[in-house]
C-alpha cells in the first residue's frame, strides 16, 4: 500500500480518531506485524501535540506459544505492575489506540478453559480501567490494518501479498480514504448523518423493540427507562470530542438486561478468542441466555458467556442498515470491528452507561437502573436482508424502525 495513503489513515486515526489534546498522553497498541503502522500513527500523534505515545506491542505467535506451552497457574492471576500500567495511565487521562490485527484462528485448538481462565483474572484485574473506558474518561479508538495470517481468511483464493493489499483497499473503502479525497470532510459529514438519526431515535424514547427474521430471530428487546441512542463520536472526560471505531456506522444503546426474551439467531461468524463460531443461536429468557448453540467452537461460546454472571446477559442493541457501506462490499472480515459495522448486532455482557446521568452512577446504581455489568462485551451480528424491527413506545404506538434490512425513516 502506498505509504502516502498509510499517512493521510494514521493522521485519520489520530486526529479524528483520538483527536489528542495538547500534551495528553497517548498508548497505542499495535501487533509487531504491523509496526510499519504503529510508527506512522506514534508520528501523527506527537505531529497533533500529544506529549508523549507509549507503545504497547503484542504478537500472535508469542501469544499463541504462552497459551499452549506456559504453565497452567500463568492464566490464574494478573500481574500488578501490567494492572499498574493500565491504571496509572487511566488516571492521567492518557488517550489509548488499539490498532487491532490477528489471525481469527489463533488460538483454535487451545484449552478454552486457560483463555477463560486468563479472561477472569485479568477481567477482575482491569475492572476499574474497563469501566472508566466504557464511561469515556479518556479518548479511545479501536482500529485495524492488515496481516498476512487475516488477510489470508478474508480472500481465501488470492496469493498472500494479494490478498493483503486486497484487505487494505477494503480497509481504506470503509473508514472513506482514496487517494484524491479529504477523509476529515467526508468523517464530518459522516458523523452529522449518523447523528440525526440517532436524534430521531431518541425522540420516540421506545420501551420496547421487536426483531423478526426467516432465519428465526424472534425477539423482544426492552429499553431501560431514561436510555439514549448513541453514534460515531462521544465526549471524553477528558473534553475532546472522539470517535471509538474507526469505521463506524452504528447507533446503539443499551438494552434492559432482564427484559430480553424469545430467540436470536447470528447471521455472521463470530471470531471470539481466536476461535471461528459459526450459526450461533440464543434462547434468552428474562434477559438470560438460557440456551447457547453453534456449529463451531461452541464451548469457547459456551465458556465466554459463563466468564461472570452478566456475561449471559445482553449489553448492547446496534443498529446498522443492510444495505450500509461495509455490507455492500460483500466481504466478510472475520473481524467484528468491521463485521459489526455490517450489521445489526447485540452483544453480550457489559453495557456502555447509555442512560441519562449514567456517566456519573456507580456499578450499583447503572445495575438498578437495568444496565448490565460484566467484564466481557462481545458483539455478535444478526442483520438480514429481511430482518424487522418495530419499535413500542411508552403509550403502546407500534413504529417500524427496520423493514427489510433497513431503516424505514
Ligand atoms: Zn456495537
Ligand atoms: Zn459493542
Redesign the pocket.
Known sequence: MKKQLLEKYAKLIINVGINPNKGQKLVISCPVDCAEFGRLCLSAAYDAGCGEVIMNWSDDYCGRETYLKADAEVFESFPTWRKQFFDDLAAEGAARLSIYASDPENLKGVDPKRISSYQKASGKALENFRMLQMKNAFPWCVVSVPIDSWAKKVFADKEENEAVEALWNAILKTVRIDEENDPVQLWKEHIALLTERKNKLNSYKFKYLKYKNSLGTDLTVELPEGHYWEAASEKAGTGQIFVPNLPTE?I?TAPKFDGVNGVICASKPLVLDGNVIENIRFVLKDGKITEAYADTAVDVLRNAIAVDEGAAYLG?V?LVPYDSPISNTGILFYNTLFD?NASC?F?FGDSYPTIEGGNEMSAEELKAAGLNSSMTHE?FMVGTADLSIVGVTGNGTEIEIFKNGNFAF
Open positions: 452504528e446503539f448492547e446496534a459489526e448486532h452483544a458483539d
